[in-house]
T-cell receptor, first 118, second 111 residues
Framework: DGGITQSPKYLFRKEGQNVTLSCEQN?????MYWYRQDPGQGLRLIYY???????QKGDIAEGYSVSREKKESFPLTVTSAQKNPTAFYLC?????????????????FGDGTRLSIL | DAKTTQPPSMDCAEGRAANLPCNHS???????VYWYRQIHSQGPQYIIH???NNETNEMASLIITEDRKSSTLILPHATLRDTAVYYC????????????FGSGTKLNVKP
């Protein structure tokens, strides 16, 4: 089945530690996104990538980093500079670019990673 | 992108139609209306989207008013598994990074 896989489902971070959240998709989508969701709130965009080897900051990029070396993968690193990392992290994808009406296609989401501080 | 307004919560009896409203009075001509839902501790699930015509799929129907200032998502026969937070989003196809999820409507389907 095609879809978006996020791992791990739960992750714990120690003080001063960087952690990396995995996001893989086999939908042949070009665009990928990372969001953060805090309890009782909507989603906030961290980073997005419209094509391999290119990505842009979203609304709350500070303390996070990403890479897009492969079309299928868009890992997110939560660095020690992110002082309040406890949240639910969601990855999404959209595309492919050549599809009809690419710009209005919906984003499709993974099941998220819940990050907590030890 | 236009802002949306949704009621914070709604109740619906199991087996009845659930009608979830969304106000988007500042929507512009090229902006689409999208609906997603999020069941607790899962990622948002895409339901349906449309521009100005009413749309229907296997999950739901989307009714957009003629002036496009509001829309209604209809779940024709709600089940307990439809209990979730429903988000209405308005977005232009030219803004790839602008899916703004607000607080949504918590739909409680009751037996």
């Amino acid at each position: 089945d095609g879809g978006i896989t996020q791992s791990p489902k739960y992750l714990f971070r120690k003080e001063g530690q960087n952690v990396t959240l995995s996001c893989e998709q086999n939908l042949n989508h070009d665009a990928m996104y990372w969001y953060r969701q805090d309890p009782g709130q909507g989603l906030r965009l961290i980073y997005y990538s419209q094509i391999v080897n290119d990505f842009q900051k979203g609304d709350i990029a500070e303390g996070y980093s990403v890479s897009r070396e492969k079309k299928e993968s868009f890992p997110l690193t939560v660095t020690s500079a992110q002082k309040n990392p406890t949240a639910f992290y969601l990855c999404a994808s959209q595309g492919p670019r050549g599809a009809p009406e690419y710009g209005n296609q919906p984003q499709h989401f993974g099941d998220g990673t819940r990050l907590s501080i030890l | 992108d236009a802002k949306t307004t949704q009621p914070p919560s709604m109740d619906c009896a199991e087996g009845r139609a659930a009608n979830l409203p969304c106000n988007h009075s500042t929507i512009s001509g090229n902006e689409y209306v999208y609906w997603y839902r999020q069941i607790h501790s899962q990622g948002p699930q895409y339901i349906i989207h449309g521009l100005k015509n009413n749309e229907t799929n296997e999950m739901a129907s989307l009714i957009i008013t003629e002036d496009r200032k509001s829309s209604t998502l209809i779940l024709p026969h709600a089940t307990l598994r439809d209990t979730a937070v429903y988000y209405c989003i308005v977005k232009s196809p030219y803004n790839f990074n602008k899916f703004y999820f607000g607080s949504g409507t918590k739909l409680n389907v009751k037996p």
